[in-house]
């Protein structure tokens, strides 16, 4: 093992718990190098300085206040739409019925999009009747007030169906 | 039971529906996390915010845990990717922090005026250095020395291989040697007795 490669395991094996072997072969190496030796030295200082430091402690009192608060979170988790979303779908039981609601509503909706669309204007008319209002204007109606008398003769002229003069706007 | 084994049954009892598994787990990690939090944004109510979020997180995604890592790594993962960001957002104000670690309540019954105030100068001068290193050697160090966490552990939580843990950890030291060279503990034993005489 050359200096180079035992400086870094100096600092795991200095630094925290280190497997017996590996903490073996540096003290093998520290025993025949005093470079090493040294640098383990110095290393060893950094490291009882960084330990020396306290770590923070709470008091119980502020943990009471942060458990506190962590359950008004928690509480406002479960709240929340989609966690209750989540929830449904993780529960087995509505494994069946969530597979048939999402099939039904794909069904819906390719049905309703691939329903041929209605005609724009709907009519209560006959099929040929629709020209026919363009030409009942009102000046019609007023000049031809005995129309129903003449609309067979009109009728048999422009091959119209059976359509009364009422039905298209005419008295 | 393992640690390792006791947390899989907390976890398979909090997928149970039992409310008490998760308050077992969070009164089990709520220090330690508490703890490299500290240590990481440097400052109290940083350092308690960061531990609730964890804790949240972690309820949030403990029904999808798959067991495979052991819950204390996935734990402190989230715990130093959280602080990570946090530093990030930050940066700016991390040397504002130091002198917040000296308002908690970390002090002995016991101790004397002299001893409170070496302690303070102490811990004011490992914060400052660990602070001055980038954060992901913080992270390194922070879960080496005050967790005693193994490599291997630490390159799963930090996502890296453990070769780069050890380049990583070698090149912290380095730097906190330097840091630290005027306060090294021969000093601070000579600080101490001077404060005494």
């Known amino acids: 093992m050359n200096c180079a490669g035992v400086r870094e395991l100096i600092v795991e094996t200095l630094s925290g718990t280190t497997p017996p072997d590996l903490r073996r072969a540096v003290e093998t190496h520290l025993a025949s190098c005093p470079e090493c030796r040294a640098e383990a030295a110095r290393l060893e200082e950094t490291t009882q300085l960084l330990r020396s430091a306290p770590d923070a402690h709470l008091r119980d009192e502020h943990w009471d206040v942060f458990m506190a608060q962590l359950a008004v979170r928690l509480e406002a988790e479960h709240r929340r739409p989609w966690t209750l979303v989540r929830r449904w779908f993780r529960n087995p039981r509505h494994a069946w019925s969530t597979a048939g609601a999402t099939a039904a509503l794909i069904v819906a909706l390719g049905a309703a999009l691939l329903a041929p669309t209605a005609s724009p204007v709907e009519s209560d008319l006959p099929p040929d009747t629709a020209a026919l209002v363009e030409l009942v204007s009102p000046q019609v109606v007023e000049g031809m007030p005995a129309m129903n008398a003449s609309l067979a003769v009109w009728k048999a002229g422009l091959g119209a169906g059976e359509v009364s003069y009422e039905l298209i706007g005419g008295r | 039971m393992s640690t390792h084994a006791e947390d899989l049954a907390l976890v398979e009892a909090f997928r149970r529906g039992e409310k008490s598994a998760f308050t077992a787990l969070v ?22 915010d960061v531990t609730q979020e964890v804790l949240i997180r972690v309820h949030r995604a403990l029904p999808r845990f798959a067991g495979r890592a052991q819950l204390r790594t996935w734990l402190f993962r989230i715990t130093v990717n959280l602080c990570l960001d946090f530093a990030a957002r930050r940066s700016r104000d991390m040397l504002t922090g130091v002198s917040d670690l000296l308002k908690e309540p970390v002090a002995p019954a016991h101790e004397g005026p002299a001893e409170r105030v070496e302690r303070r100068e102490l811990a004011e001068t490992v914060a400052r250095a660990i602070e001055m290193l980038p954060p992901r ?54 600080r101490g007795t001077g404060n005494h005489g």
């Open chain 2, 27 to 48: 009164i089990k990690y709520r220090e330690p996390v508490y703890r490299i939090a500290r240590r990481m944004v440097h400052s109290h109510e940083d350092a308690a």
């Open chain 2, 137 to 190: 050697q913080r992270a390194m160090v922070v879960l080496r020395v005050y967790q005693d966490l193994p490599y291997a552990d630490i390159s799963r939580i930090m996502g890296c291989a453990e070769g780069t843990v050890k380049a990583t950890m070698f090149a912290a030291f380095a730097k906190l040697r330097k840091s630290l060279a005027p306060h090294d503990t021969a000093g601070t034993r000579e």
